[in-house]
């Protein structure tokens, strides 16, 4: 689904202003570093993976999505994902008082003396596949154009545009499918669009550049 | 969520957070220890963590060690996850690591135009301007204007390659080593190492700005 989160392109959103990197501190309030911590950790206890965390950030109204701050929704997705998978009912978060006193037998919270290694562990991707690639490095490619219901990473910018192969990755689980919960591997690639064909001819002397997407071989067909 | 002041310009100020917010944030966490979810002492080494440990020093490290040592500079790019792993960062949001290397026909810079995907392991977490919307939009459709805005310009026959962080590839921006440093160590190096040469919107420091004096 493209939405709020979608940006690639988009005009009209005003400069970047960027704080100096000399003096901007890793969390603007008391209340990210908490927001930050408290998704990590109920990421942790595993009733939900990093697409379907992306993906939960990404439903909100675009208009929420773009006037929240980061953290905001951040938020908004960890809210969303405590009460699908039912960790919370809607009660409880509506109140803050929590209905029922017994938790979940089997969920065992992550504990400080875990974390370096639950970090250090991270959460790899890539797999072994039987199926070969589909793709030979220089081939030329057209993203599909269709706008899937359901998350993607292939962005609204590059679908139906012709890139070429750059790069193989292997086999990567396909966020697409992940965030549905289903963790199956697809071939990866690095895939160059020039920005003639991404944006139009150059204008006002802007010379070509490229942009490299990765894509997953279901994105993707010969052209 | 709407009830606090935002201007569309600055919505990435946040020095002054509203406090129904802390409440709510508060709130949430409280329940959520109530209901044995989480322990808040894991939530504080988490903030400790990304907070004083993991950021942009880790990153200058393995730049500084590239321009230091030719077979390093080599694995770097070859295996990027396995040369940085050598060094001791590893694990989230770094599992897959490629670095790109700035030359003098090319330009890297990375961007995630869908969310704010970023090497945790040698960068720390990203800058509030690297997660915002005039960042994520604009990167992909006009690098040099970008740049700009950064303070850097580039020679117009420099190719740029922008990287758009859609899978769980992460990429780490191998500037150009400035001129006239041949004899430095590496912990000199590392000081003209900036984060934001790293994703590629500057280059590194060059020596007369003082910065490793």
Known sequence: MSGGHDLGGLSGLGPIAPEPESSEPVFHAEWEKRVFALTMASGSLRRWNLDESRHARERQHPADYLRNSYYENWLAGLETLLVEKGLLSVKEL????????????EITPLQASDVPQVLSRGGPVEMVIERGPCFTLGDRVRVCSQDPKAHTRAPVYVRGRIGFIKEHHGAHVFADQHARGQREGHHLYGVAFSSNELW???????????????????????? | MADHDHSHEHDHDHTEPPGDLELKVKALESLLVEKG???PAALDVLIE????????????????????????????LRDGAAAIAS??????????????????????????????????????????????APYRSRAV???????????????????IRVWDSTSEMRYLVLPQ?????????????????????????????????????
Not at chain 2, 67 to 76: C, D, R, S, T
Not at chain 2, 143 to 155: I, S
Request: aromatic letters at 8%.
């Open chain 1, 94 to 105: 509506a109140t803050g008082v929590s209905q029922d006193e017994v938790s979940d037998k």
């Open chain 1, 200 to 223: 139009g001819g150059p204008e006002n002397g802007e010379t070509e550049f490229k942009v490299m997407v990765d894509l997953w071989e279901p994105h993707l067909e010969l052209a």
């Open chain 2, 37 to 39: 979810l989480v322990d």
């Open chain 2, 49 to 76: 963590t990304y907070e004083h440990k993991v950021g942009p020093r880790n990153g200058a490290q393995v730049v500084a060690r590239a321009w230091a040592q030719p077979q390093f500079k080599e694995w770097l």
């Open chain 2, 87 to 132: 060094l001791g960062f590893t694990g989230r949001q770094g599992e897959h690591l490629r670095v790109v290397e700035n030359t003098t026909t090319v330009h890297n810079l990375v961007v995630c135009t869908l969310c704010s995907c970023y090497p945790w392991p040698v960068l720390g977490l990203p800058p509030v301007w690297y997660k915002s």
């Open chain 2, 141 to 159: 459709s006009d690098p040099r204007g970008v740049l700009a805005e950064f303070g850097t310009a580039l020679d117009p026959d420099i190719e």
């Open chain 2, 177 to 213: 080593r400035p001129q006239g440093t041949q004899d430095w160590t590496e912990v000199q190096l590392a000081a003209l190492v900036s984060r934001n040469a790293m994703i590629g919107v500057e280059k590194a420091q060059q020596p007369e700005d003082g910065t490793a004096a």
